[in-house]
């Protein structure tokens, strides 16, 4: 059983700052790219950002390029800890963040359909 569960939303103002959490556990990944996505309020799910299992390669949605960053931790215990530090919100930032992982691949993945694990999500609203 695959767990993947996100923290760190919340209300902020415009201009400031979040990260996001995403714990992913139950299997021993041998590479997990992994992806941020996010579903505003009457619209679809989009793609945030992806990250290679080795953290060599990030890509972005050109809305979040160079206010927001997607990292990973150090696994311990099989657990899978992805970041995504928001900065210089926009109140357009505001929806329900959601991780994705992919249980094997080599490259950065930005399709919803690439990814095999899916948390509940998390939300953010940005106050102008």
């Known amino acids: 059983q695959v767990s993947v569960v996100e923290s760190g939303g919340g209300l902020v103002q415009a201009g400031g700052s979040l990260r996001l959490s995403c714990a992913a556990s139950?299997?021993?990944?041998?590479?997990?790219?992994v992806g941020w996505f996010r579903q505003a309020p009457g619209k679809e799910r989009e793609f945030v950002a992806a990250l290679r299992w080795d953290g060599g390669k990030s890509i972005y949605a050109e809305s979040v390029e160079g206010r927001f960053s997607i990292s990973t931790d150090t696994a311990e215990n099989t657990v899978y800890t992805v970041y995504l530090q928001m900065d210089s919100l926009k109140p357009e930032d505001t929806a329900v963040y959601y991780c994705a992982v992919r249980s094997s691949g080599s490259n950065v993945y930005i399709a919803q359909n690439q990814y095999h694990y899916w948390g509940q999500g998390t939300r953010v609203t940005v106050s102008s």
């Open positions: 139950g299997r021993a990944f041998t590479t997990y790219p």
